[in-house]
Antibody, heavy 116, light 111 residues
Framework: EVQLVESGGGLIQPGGCLRL?????????????MTWVRQAPGKGLEWVST???????SYADSVKGRFTFSRDNSKSTLYLQMNSLRAEDTAIYYC??????????WGQGTLLTVSS | QSALTQPRSVSGSPGQSVTISCTGT?????????VSWYQQHPGKAPKLMIY???RRPSGVPDRFSGSKSGNTASLTISGLQAEDDGDYYC???????????FGGGTKLTVL
C-alpha cells in the first residue's frame, strides 16, 4: 500500500524558514516523479513544485527562488525547504505521487501557518 | 483567480446526473489529453477520480466519467449517491514551464 506521510508544518513568522518532509513507502520510490500541492484555508488546490526521480525540480512562479525541493532516494524521503515565508504561503501542503500525468496518491497533508 | 474555470457549485438529487465543466485554454486543457479530476471531502486529502480525460482508476465507480471538447473538460456523475457530496477539482498538464494548473473547485451538493 502506498503511504506518504508529511511532517514539519507549524507556525512560523513572516520571513522565516521551515523544512517539510515526506516519508514514502509501499512503492519503488526512485521510479516516481513526486510533487507538492498546497491548499490555502478554504481555497482550492495549487501546484507548488515537482521533482523527477533523478532530482531535477521545477517550481511555480509563486515560490521560485524561495523554495527548494529535494529528495533522498536512499531514505525514500522528500524535502521542501521553504525560505522567506509569506502570509500567502499559509496552506496545507500535500505530498503527492505522480502516476501517468496524474496525481494518484496523496499524503494527509501538513499545515503551515505564516503569521506574526 | 485559478487557471482553469469551474462552476462554484452544482447540485442534484440522488439518482440524478450532474456535469461539472472545466474551461482552460489551448495551452492546457485544449493542448493535452492530461486532464484529471479529484474528489475532496472535508478535512481529507483529494482523491483521483478520472485521469487522461476519461480513464478511471481501479476502484472508482463507473458512475464517474470524463470527456473533453476543445478547451473544456467535463466530469459527469450519474446515479448520484449521498457519498458523492464534496468538492471536485479539475487539473491539466500545461507544459514544461507551468507544469500543472488546477480549477478553482466545484462544490457538489447531493440534495
Amino acid at each position: 500500500e502506498v503511504q506518504l506521510v508529511e511532517s514539519g508544518g507549524g507556525l512560523i513568522q513572516p520571513g522565516g524558514c521551515l523544512r517539510l518532509s515526506c516519508a514514502a513507502s509501499g512503492f519503488t520510490f526512485n521510479n516516481y516523479v513526486m510533487t507538492w500541492v498546497r491548499q490555502a484555508p478554504g481555497k482550492g488546490l495549487e501546484w507548488v513544485s515537482t521533482i523527477t526521480g533523478s532530482g531535477d525540480a521545477s517550481y511555480a512562479d509563486s515560490v521560485k527562488g524561495r523554495f527548494t525541493f529535494s529528495r533522498d532516494n536512499s531514505k525514500s524521503t522528500l524535502y521542501l525547504q521553504m525560505n522567506s515565508l509569506r502570509a500567502e504561503d499559509t496552506a496545507i501542503y500535500y505530498c503527492v505521487r505522480e502516476g501517468s500525468y496524474n496525481f494518484d496518491s496523496w499524503g494527509q497533508g501538513t499545515l503551515l501557518t505564516v503569521s506574526s | 483567480q485559478s487557471a482553469l474555470t469551474q462552476p462554484r457549485s452544482v447540485s442534484g438529487s440522488p439518482g440524478q446526473s450532474v456535469t461539472i465543466s472545466c474551461t482552460g485554454t489551448s495551452s492546457d486543457v485544449g493542448g493535452y489529453n492530461y486532464v484529471s479530476w479529484y474528489q475532496q471531502h472535508p478535512g481529507k486529502a483529494p482523491k483521483l477520480m478520472i485521469y487522461g480525460v476519461n480513464r478511471r482508476p481501479s476502484g472508482v465507480p463507473d458512475r464517474f466519467s470524463g470527456s473533453k471538447s476543445g478547451n473544456t473538460a467535463s466530469l459527469t456523475i450519474s446515479g448520484l449517491q449521498a457519498e458523492d457530496d464534496g468538492d471536485y477539482y479539475c487539473c491539466s498538464y500545461a507544459g514544461t514551464y507551468t507544469y500543472w494548473v488546477f480549477g478553482g473547485g466545484t462544490k457538489l451538493t447531493v440534495l
